[in-house]
């Protein structure tokens, strides 16, 4: 099994000590466990330099509160240089050198706004630099910029989110000039309708377009009632990202025979796409378009806060903060097959950690042979290794599990390890933990040879994990 590092059920404990009013606030901050995951890292604004006096502002993007320092320095030294700080769980030293000024943060807090009764601990430490232009008395920084300093989780265990990717061709050249005045390029255009009695009642449409600013490109589908507008989703032709971008492109289109409308972030634009049509049989149109340009107008522009566009996300669905918060498994297709006349048979079911998103309807099955299964020796009390059987989804599948089945009670019993590697692939979080839960209502058959049991087809349910461990 996974070595156990930190138990949920012993942390409150450890966090049993007095807990600054600073922290309070954040605990109950929405998205404080969230953001702590996934975006801990500091801006470091106002920076002022005057003789040998360093004041800055350095302010949590995690939780969203500031901290006010002060350092006593020296010019032109590579020694790092306490700062005193008005939130006592926040620790800063500074390195103040001709050209630049190096930031080293450690800092401390709690969240508790997805575990209200269980605290989270975090800590969390982080170093930058700052260009800065010096005269003889004061420095300043070069730019206005916020410096921003990513951090590395040390608590509750090692972490180093990943950045993501901005939007397509966020950072391309002339983008924000040219997205005021937007534009996108139809380069395939096919509609199959359909025909009745001589009038087109319906069918359907594809289209891909391209973006010009961006060069952000996207399929479009969907289907045609009457004459009646219809509402295509599009969606981005290129391969998919293992860390979805914060900023996503959206992009809806409107179609109507002659014109269409299409919607995208930030856009909105109108064009009549000249169309050549045949019939194929007596019941479809098959018609095609030429590429073709055409311009919007800009309907929004917003600032969005600095540094954002790269900020790491958790995945969908997101194995590590699940696994933290309250991590279960959802079981399903449970069975059992035991030969006539023996207490031996087999068990299988369906598993799948449950992270709150959609079931997947993939689950990984695990199977084991050779098991007590029959109700007249009642409970059993020997436990038995998981043998996977097949995978579905991977991420949400145990590394190792063991298991033991009270048949008379309909109490399965699991122990299970499992990785995360959502927020750090590079550092994968490993999990352990127990459950206990009754077998939903089972439909029995018998013949000459053998007895099978099994729940429902597809049917699925939950069960919590208790004295979870978790470590890298």
């Not at 390195?95 to 000024?101: F, P, S, T, W």
């Not at 149109?285 to 030429?290: E, I, Q």
């Not at 299964?373 to 409970?379: A, L, Q």
Request: hydrophobic residues 35%.
């Amino acid at each position: 099994m996974a070595p156990s590092i930190v138990s949920i059920a012993t942390l409150a404990a450890l966090l049993s000590p007095a807990i600054p009013n600073i922290l309070a606030i954040a605990q109950l901050t929405a998205g404080c466990t969230t953001n702590s995951f996934t975006v801990s890292s500091w801006l470091i604004e106002d920076f002022e330099s005057s003789g040998t006096t360093v004041r800055f502002q350095a302010l949590n993007r995690a939780t969203n509160t500031s901290a006010h320092l002060s350092c006593q320095v020296s010019r032109n030294t590579s020694t790092w240089q306490a700062c005193t700080s008005d939130s006592s769980p926040l620790f800063a030293s500074v390195q103040l050198e001709a050209a630049v000024a190096r930031v080293r943060i450690n800092e401390t807090w709690v969240c508790n706004d997805l575990t209200p009764s269980r605290p989270l601990n975090f800590a969390a430490q982080g170093e930058g630099s700052l260009p800065i232009t010096c005269s003889t008395d004061a420095c300043a920084p070069s730019s206005t910029d916020p410096l921003l300093i990513k951090s590395v989780l040390s608590s509750p265990f090692p972490l180093s989110p990943s950045a993501v990717p901005g939007p397509s061709g966020h950072d391309k050249e002339g983008c924000a000039a040219g997205s005021r005045t937007p534009s996108w390029e139809v380069f395939s255009t096919q509609l199959n309708l359909r025909n009745v009695s001589g009038r087109i009642e319906g069918g359907n449409a594809f289209i891909q377009l391209r973006n010009t600013i961006t060069d952000y490109r996207a399929s479009c589908f969907g289907t045609l009632t009457g004459t009646a507008p219809a509402t295509m989703q599009c969606s981005a032709q290129s391969a998919g990202r293992p860390r979805a971008p914060k900023y996503n492109i959206n992009t809806v289109l409107t179609f109507s025979p002659g014109s269409f409308v299409l919607i995208e972030i930030f856009g909105v634009g109108t064009a009549r796409l000249p169309l050549e049509c045949s019939a194929v049989g007596e019941t479809t149109t098959y018609c095609a378009g030429d590429p073709a340009t055409f311009t919007g107008r800009l309907i929004s522009e917003k600032p969005i806060p600095p540094f954002s566009l790269g900020d790491p996300l958790p995945t969908a669905p997101s194995c590590t903060i699940s696994s933290v918060v309250a991590p279960s498994y959802r079981f399903s297709d449970f069975e059992t097959i035991v030969a006539s006349g023996s207490n031996l048979g087999s068990i299988r079911f369906g598993i799948e950690l449950n992270t709150g998103a959609a079931f997947t309807g993939y689950p990984s099955t695990f199977f084991r042979s050779g098991v007590p299964v029959s109700i007249t020796e009642g409970g059993s009390t020997a436990w038995y290794p998981c043998v996977l059987e097949s995978v579905g989804e991977q991420s949400l599948t145990p590394t190792t599990c063991a298991f033991r089945y009270d048949a008379a009670a309909q109490s399965l019993s699991l122990s299970a390890d499992w990785k995360c590697s959502d927020l750090d692939a590079s550092r994968p979080v490993s999990f352990t933990g127990d459950l206990r839960t009754t077998v939903p209502s089972l439909t029995c058959s018998t013949t000459s040879e053998r007895t099978r049991c099994a729940t429902a087809p597809g049917q699925a349910w939950a069960a919590n994990v208790t004295s979870v461990y978790w470590g890298n």
